[in-house]
């Protein structure tokens, strides 16, 4: 295990450690098929089968399936049938998909859209099933946000498919209803795999390496619904190490490189069964968006600037919109983290303030599991016990847990409290 | 680069529309002069969409002895076999070494079972236009601007933008819109007056009917509400929570009061590139520093607000916005 494990390490240190850019280079030769294309797309009757033959095909606009029932979308194979947005004018997505019923992507590779790969919105039953996402060159903040985008949809299920070089998120559902992300690769995103405002998910058996953090559970305010009821299981989360390289000013762009799974403000999760090795921050991060609300008012740009927003207390900072929110609560709560298997490299990653904080006070064994511990007014009942709805629970063996009363400069920090020590 | 693609458009559309505009005969002498028919009436917008600086002929056709219904809010109630024809041309002295032209013609043709959206393309001897179900591109260079490819929209496209919970929606003509004038057989009146004298609309006393201002005309409204009713027809078809982009949690519609909601000290969703690195949608009192303003005054593709619909920059409405956000306390 350990020579595994050193394995692993090696192959980080030499993705990471040097300069050498990560890159997609696929040899392409292509093809326009775009005007036969998006009309058959276009006229599809209900319960069809759309089949893309082998080639690589090019596009300058989107292609839309809107008000349709029963489609498949099959091509011959991931990178036989390449559909490239490379030349793209107008729209932002390669293929978007809206309005539909039971719709399958199946067996074809999708390149480099302007924005978003694939987004499906307001769709009932989508399947995506051998899709190779991804921005072809060197990785960079250039690259369109989401390689696989569900957002307000019901019935998703994505499986075997391969996501990489998203600025945003590899595999991204959003603000969707009954989710299974199972058996998917992905690499050099900023998310790996990111469920956002989603209700009954399960994530399973995926593999998340080399991105920025590899399984992100969160729930953002002012959308149209919120999440809970998520299970992360047997998935491999490793070496996500990758510098963050999301366009400043979005939610990801706050991840600190070297996070594992992280959730945020979410309710009813369970973390177990897992591989989390080697996340050079933290393997698994639970915090609020209190949290992430603050590191947003001083990330790098900002440090040069005028400072207006420095000047700002902490107390102001977090008096921002969001909290007229009512229906939103920012603390994570019912979250329990049982049963993974970890390990660690022995050095931090002292790019960011949280690798630099748990040497200052962890020195070299830094804990696998933290929770910023930043208490909601409802943590504690009158009676002084947690309130069951906001416990967070971890049962792991001989692996180091801790708390780190953020919201007091880590004052009360502790490592394996007691406030941990349950089960949910 | 890449193999041309060689399409035979062999592909009957006889089931959407007719394939040539003129067949629908909503105008009478040369097509070209759009001189509408009877049952065709012209309309305009108080704040219409920006389309590349393209000028608009609008105009409603009514099958003989229907009637519109009247609602404060929503785009009026059209019977089915109503038609919406919305040309958009350019004169001569818009453009550089060439001749002004019609450009396409859009169709909202109401059937029984929904809206169906048509996009036609008018041929270069502007004698008819043709059903173009995938939209297309013709250049056009502008006087003072850039080389563009004009974008005619595809039928995913229209949809795209005239969609209200799943359903394809005008989205212009509301009673706000339409609460102006226009000149009827060389007559001016107010637009929706005529059509009540014409017995084609029900109308509630006037006193009650809303209106937008004309967004850059400051006789019409303050800049707040110029600004809002610039960002309702061109955000909030999308922008609002019946819309394709309600997933954003940002509510553009002139009515909403909500502050969070219509992107003030709001943090974007899912931007991506389009955030330009700034943290919210709207920082009072500073435009260069709002997603807005960035989104707004752009045209790639992965950054550009609105995502359809333009090539270049509506340097006067992105004015607008700036002084409007420059002015928010």
């Given at each position: 295990m350990k020579i595994v494990n050193g394995v692993f390490l090696l192959g980080a240190m030499i993705l990471n450690g040097c300069d050498t850019p990560l890159e997609h280079n696929p040899t392409r030769g292509y093809k326009s098929i775009e005007k036969a294309l998006m009309s058959k797309i276009l006229l599809a009757e209900d319960s069809t089968v759309i089949t893309l033959e082998e080639g690589h095909f090019i596009f300058k606009n989107s292609l839309i399936l809107n008000g349709k029932k029963h489609i498949t979308i099959r091509g011959k194979g991931i990178d036989k049938t390449v559909l490239s947005f490379k030349l793209q004018e107008d729209g932002a997505e390669g293929l978007k998909i809206a309005n539909c019923e039971n719709i399958v992507l199946e067996d074809f590779t999708i390149e480099d859209a302007a924005g978003d790969n694939i987004k499906v919105t307001d769709t009932r039953g989508i399947t995506f099933r051998r899709i190779k996402s991804a921005w072809t060159g060197e990785i960079s903040e250039e690259n369109g946000a989401y390689a696989l985008y569900p957002v307000i949809c019901t019935d998703v299920l994505i499986e075997e498919c391969e996501a990489l070089g998203a600025s945003d998120a590899g595999i991204y559902v959003g603000q969707s209803e009954n989710v299974i992300i199972r058996n998917n690769i992905v690499y050099w995103n900023v998310a790996g795999i990111e469920s956002e405002n989603s209700e009954n998910v399960e994530i399973y058996n995926n593999h998340a390496y080399n991105n920025t953090g590899g399984i992100l559970v969160f729930d953002l305010p002012g959308l149209t619904r919120y999440g809970k009821n998520i299970k992360v299981y047997e998935n491999e989360v490793y070496d996500n190490n990758l510098e963050n390289f999301a366009p400043p000013g979005n939610?990801?762009?706050?991840?600190?490189?070297?996070?594992?799974?992280?959730?945020?403000?979410?309710?009813?999760?369970?973390?177990?069964?897992?591989?989390?090795?080697?996340?050079n921050t933290a393997n698994v991060a639970i915090v609020s968006y209190e949290l992430i609300d603050a590191m947003k008012g001083k990330d790098k740009k900002d440090k040069k600037e005028e400072g207006e927003e420095k000047a700002l207390t902490s107390t102001q900072r977090f008096d921002r919109k969001w909290k007229k929110d009512k229906s939103y609560n920012p603390y994570p709560r019912s979250v329990y983290v049982h049963n993974n298997t970890y390990s660690s490299s022995l050095f931090p990653n002292l790019g960011n303030d949280f690798g630099k904080l748990f040497l200052l006070k962890f020195g070299l064994t830094r804990p696998e599991v933290v929770w910023d511990g930043i208490l909601s007014e409802d943590?504690?009942?009158?009676?002084?016990?947690v309130n069951p709805e906001y416990k967070i629970c971890v049962q792991e063996t001989s692996v180091k847990s801790a708390t780190l009363d953020a919201a007091n400069d880590f004052e009360n920090l502790a490592s394996n409290p007691e406030s941990l020590n349950c089960t949910l | 680069m890449f193999e041309e693609e060689v399409f035979d458009a062999a592909d009957s559309y006889a089931h959407l529309g007719f394939a040539k505009l003129s067949e629908y005969n909503f105008f009478q002498g040369d097509i070209a002069d759009l001189i509408p028919a009877s049952n065709v009436y012209p309309y305009d917008l108080n704040t219409p969409l920006f389309s590349d600086y393209a000028l608009k002929k609008r105009f409603i056709y009514l099958p003989e002895g229907s009637k519109v219904g009247y609602h404060e809010t929503d785009v009026l109630k059209f019977p089915p076999g109503t038609v919406l024809i919305k040309n958009f041309y350019y004169e001569n002295a818009q453009l550089e070494n060439e001749l002004g032209r019609i450009m396409e013609t859009r169709l909202l043709i109401r059937k029984e079972e929904g809206w169906t959206a048509l996009p036609y393309i008018w041929n270069e001897e502007q004698t008819d236009a043709s059903l173009?179900?995938?939209?297309?591109?013709?250049?056009v260079s502008l006087l003072g601007k850039n080389l563009i490819d004009y974008q005619v929209p595809n039928l995913g496209q229209c949809k795209g933008c005239h969609e209200l919970n799943g359903k394809i929606e005008p989205i212009g003509p509301t009673a706000r819109q339409l609460n102006r004038t226009n000149i009827f057989n060389g007559k001016e009146m107010n637009q929706l007056v005529k059509l009540y004298e014409d017995q084609l609309l029900d109308l509630p006393a006037f006193d009650n009917i809303p209106k937008l201002p004309v967004w850059d005309n400051p006789k019409t409204g303050s800049l707040n509400k110029r600004a809002r009713a610039y960002l309702e027809i061109n955000c909030a078809h999308c922008h609002r929570r019946e819309g394709p982009a309600k997933n954003s949690g940002l509510y553009l519609l002139a009515s909403n009061e909500n502050e969070s909601e219509i992107g003030v000290m709001k943090a974007p969703v899912a931007a991506g590139q389009g955030s330009g690195g700034l943290k919210y949608d709207i920082v009072p009192g500073k435009p260069e520093k709002s997603i807005f303003y960035h989104r707004l005054n752009?045209?790639?593709?992965?950054?550009?607000?609105?995502?359809?619909?333009?090539?270049?920059?509506?340097?006067?409405?992105?004015?607008?916005?700036k002084e409007w956000i420059a002015n928010m306390n």
């Amino acid at each position: 295990m350990k020579i595994v494990n050193g394995v692993f390490l090696l192959g980080a240190m030499i993705l990471n450690g040097c300069d050498t850019p990560l890159e997609h280079n696929p040899t392409r030769g292509y093809k326009s098929i775009e005007k036969a294309l998006m009309s058959k797309i276009l006229l599809a009757e209900d319960s069809t089968v759309i089949t893309l033959e082998e080639g690589h095909f090019i596009f300058k606009n989107s292609l839309i399936l809107n008000g349709k029932k029963h489609i498949t979308i099959r091509g011959k194979g991931i990178d036989k049938t390449v559909l490239s947005f490379k030349l793209q004018e107008d729209g932002a997505e390669g293929l978007k998909i809206a309005n539909c019923e039971n719709i399958v992507l199946e067996d074809f590779t999708i390149e480099d859209a302007a924005g978003d790969n694939i987004k499906v919105t307001d769709t009932r039953g989508i399947t995506f099933r051998r899709i190779k996402s991804a921005w072809t060159g060197e990785i960079s903040e250039e690259n369109g946000a989401y390689a696989l985008y569900p957002v307000i949809c019901t019935d998703v299920l994505i499986e075997e498919c391969e996501a990489l070089g998203a600025s945003d998120a590899g595999i991204y559902v959003g603000q969707s209803e009954n989710v299974i992300i199972r058996n998917n690769i992905v690499y050099w995103n900023v998310a790996g795999i990111e469920s956002e405002n989603s209700e009954n998910v399960e994530i399973y058996n995926n593999h998340a390496y080399n991105n920025t953090g590899g399984i992100l559970v969160f729930d953002l305010p002012g959308l149209t619904r919120y999440g809970k009821n998520i299970k992360v299981y047997e998935n491999e989360v490793y070496d996500n190490n990758l510098e963050n390289f999301a366009p400043p000013g979005n939610i990801v762009g706050t991840v600190p490189p070297g996070t594992g799974i992280m959730v945020l403000a979410t309710k009813d999760v369970e973390i177990f069964k897992n591989r989390i090795d080697d996340n050079n921050t933290a393997n698994v991060a639970i915090v609020s968006y209190e949290l992430i609300d603050a590191m947003k008012g001083k990330d790098k740009k900002d440090k040069k600037e005028e400072g207006e927003e420095k000047a700002l207390t902490s107390t102001q900072r977090f008096d921002r919109k969001w909290k007229k929110d009512k229906s939103y609560n920012p603390y994570p709560r019912s979250v329990y983290v049982h049963n993974n298997t970890y390990s660690s490299s022995l050095f931090p990653n002292l790019g960011n303030d949280f690798g630099k904080l748990f040497l200052l006070k962890f020195g070299l064994t830094r804990p696998e599991v933290v929770w910023d511990g930043i208490l909601s007014e409802d943590y504690l009942l009158p009676t002084g016990e947690v309130n069951p709805e906001y416990k967070i629970c971890v049962q792991e063996t001989s692996v180091k847990s801790a708390t780190l009363d953020a919201a007091n400069d880590f004052e009360n920090l502790a490592s394996n409290p007691e406030s941990l020590n349950c089960t949910l | 680069m890449f193999e041309e693609e060689v399409f035979d458009a062999a592909d009957s559309y006889a089931h959407l529309g007719f394939a040539k505009l003129s067949e629908y005969n909503f105008f009478q002498g040369d097509i070209a002069d759009l001189i509408p028919a009877s049952n065709v009436y012209p309309y305009d917008l108080n704040t219409p969409l920006f389309s590349d600086y393209a000028l608009k002929k609008r105009f409603i056709y009514l099958p003989e002895g229907s009637k519109v219904g009247y609602h404060e809010t929503d785009v009026l109630k059209f019977p089915p076999g109503t038609v919406l024809i919305k040309n958009f041309y350019y004169e001569n002295a818009q453009l550089e070494n060439e001749l002004g032209r019609i450009m396409e013609t859009r169709l909202l043709i109401r059937k029984e079972e929904g809206w169906t959206a048509l996009p036609y393309i008018w041929n270069e001897e502007q004698t008819d236009a043709s059903l173009e179900i995938t939209g297309g591109t013709q250049k056009v260079s502008l006087l003072g601007k850039n080389l563009i490819d004009y974008q005619v929209p595809n039928l995913g496209q229209c949809k795209g933008c005239h969609e209200l919970n799943g359903k394809i929606e005008p989205i212009g003509p509301t009673a706000r819109q339409l609460n102006r004038t226009n000149i009827f057989n060389g007559k001016e009146m107010n637009q929706l007056v005529k059509l009540y004298e014409d017995q084609l609309l029900d109308l509630p006393a006037f006193d009650n009917i809303p209106k937008l201002p004309v967004w850059d005309n400051p006789k019409t409204g303050s800049l707040n509400k110029r600004a809002r009713a610039y960002l309702e027809i061109n955000c909030a078809h999308c922008h609002r929570r019946e819309g394709p982009a309600k997933n954003s949690g940002l509510y553009l519609l002139a009515s909403n009061e909500n502050e969070s909601e219509i992107g003030v000290m709001k943090a974007p969703v899912a931007a991506g590139q389009g955030s330009g690195g700034l943290k919210y949608d709207i920082v009072p009192g500073k435009p260069e520093k709002s997603i807005f303003y960035h989104r707004l005054n752009s045209t790639e593709a992965s950054v550009m607000m609105p995502e359809l619909g333009r090539k270049l920059i509506h340097e006067e409405g992105v004015m607008l916005i700036k002084e409007w956000i420059a002015n928010m306390n």
